[in-house]
């Protein structure tokens, strides 16, 4: 992509995000609707003084919705409105669309289904076209539309709470809390689905967007304007198929240097290739070719949705590796050795430590710091008799070998002798250190769910499993590679460590 349409693509987009006036046509005052759950998403937003932006629900049968003065049509607003967000009837959006060209609107999510996942084709082209003509962006149609957590543009028709038929009210999809990370998907249930992850997991998201059937605005566009956003960081990317990708390359390529894109590409088999393309009315291509292109631009593969979220959560919290060599700390030998084989299958190197950080070791033996019968040479297993005072000297003395570039600190909450302040001398050691550090508590207890979240907000990515600790360090190595390939090691690093110097919070 171009400088100059790049630059020109990067202001088109910010009209989704940061609108200066909203209409929601097709707003409605029945709370089953989605027109009524989109346009109360910002009503709320309003109200807590987050979404400033003027706003105007349209709907010719209603004179008022949640207070605010109901017109008929969007042509009815004297006022600016940049962005439309449209949930009407399939057949009917053609003629919204003709009116918001005369109304002079800037961008439009199409919310509503029924164009080409279903095979209604000409319908589609019908309303690209009249977009295109008029200069209208359009993202959709059949999206979940822009979440933005600093704006407060919320068009997901997924309430926050939900009435059991018990009568309690419970949290259904709730919004998660700002952050540095980026989803962009093409799949809205699978977007709702990632949402209530991250804010389940306490991890903050910067934007979302759903593109759905990509009538216009792709992937390409989009990565282009969160290559310039500074709220983001990571972007996680869904994905069932990718249109243009020399496009796709060359804007990857661009990003990747700056800030990692980790994809999920589903429709690997025959099978899923064929349920991909029904379901957005798109073409899946080869897997082997989207796999050969990520590589070549950057790109971080997961294999499934667990590594997804994993990666994204190592590489929001902490600095790629230099290298491929990593420790391991324990207190149990068993998910110890379960994390070596994990780090090898991921094609990460546990070799043996050096004489001399052995010897560093051995020294605590003999001062009586540590168990004599610890085992110090890759897993660093300090067994159950440990300590804080030991986690933290084992990650000092390891963290200061030169040999090792990235450390996995595997700490188990429920053996007697170990208190949780553990979590809090490690996380001290690794304030200014440029080496990565990931943890690990296997449990779900309310005891592991605390260490974790105490990891978690002290700025070390912590997980449930051995496993999973060894594929979030896997993708801090995998991106530091290409960063030195691309010899940006040292200048990303820099960034990072820039702005990362207030994540750690007490």
Known sequence: MEK?????????????????????????RRTMKAGHVIFKNFVINKQRNLFKAKLYPVNPN??????????????????????????????????????????????????TAGFSEIGNHELEEEVTEIAKNAGIRVLGPNCLGVFD????????????????????????????????????????????????YLTGKQMGVSKFVS????????????????????????ILFYSESIDNGREFMEVAEKVTPKKPIVALKVGRSEAGARAAASHTGAIAGSDNIYSSAFKQVGVLRADDLEEFFDMGKALAFQPPA???????????GGPGIMAVDECVAQGLN???????????????????????????????????????????????????????????????????????????????????????????????????????????????????????AARGMAALVDYGLYLKKRGQFDQYLQSFMERSKHRFSK
């Open 350 to 468: 546990v070799k043996r430590l050096s004489d001399e950080t052995i010897e560093k070791f051995e020294a605590l033996k003999s001062e009586g710091k540590i168990p004599r019968f610890a085992t110090n040479f890759n897993p660093v297993d300090l067994t159950g008799s440990v300590t804080s005072e030991m986690f933290e000297r084992g990650t000092r003395i390891l963290l200061e070998d030169p040999e090792i570039d990235g450390l996995i600190v595997l700490g188990l909450h429920h053996l007697p002798a170990l208190q949780e302040d553990f979590v809090d001398r490690v996380a001290e050691l690794t304030k200014n250190c440029v080496k990565p550090v990931v943890a690990c508590d296997v449990g779900e207890t309310e005891m592991a769910l605390h260490i974790r979240s105490r990891f978690d907000k002290l700025g070390i990515p912590a997980y449930f499993s051995p496993e999973d």
């Open 322 to 332: 230099a290298g491929n060599n990593v420790a391991i700390i324990t207190d149990a």
């Open 149 to 196: 957590s600093q704006t407060g543009v919320d068009m997901l028709f997924l309430p926050e709470t939900k009435t059991l038929t018990t009568g309690d009210e419970v949290v259904a999809t709730p919004r998660p809390m700002a952050g540095p990370i980026a989803i962009v998907t093409q799949s809205g249930a699978f977007g709702a689905a990632a949402l209530d």
């Open 4 to 28: 100059r349409k790049m630059e020109s693509t990067v202001e088109q987009m910010r009209t989704f995000f940061e609108p200066r006036g909203v209409a929601v046509i097709g707003a409605s």
């Open 62 to 111: 209603e004179k008022t919705i949640q207070g605010f003065t109901c017109y008929p049509s969007i042509l009815d607003i004297k006022d600016e409105v940049d962005l439309a967000v449209i949930v009407v009837p399939a057949k009917v959006v053609p003629q919204v669309m003709r009116e918001c060209a005369e109304r002079g609107v800037k961008a439009a999510v199409i919310i």
């Open 211 to 234: 593109f759905g059937n990509k009538a216009d605005v792709n992937a390409s566009e989009m990565l282009a304007f969160l290559l310039h956003d500074p709220k983001t960081q990571v």
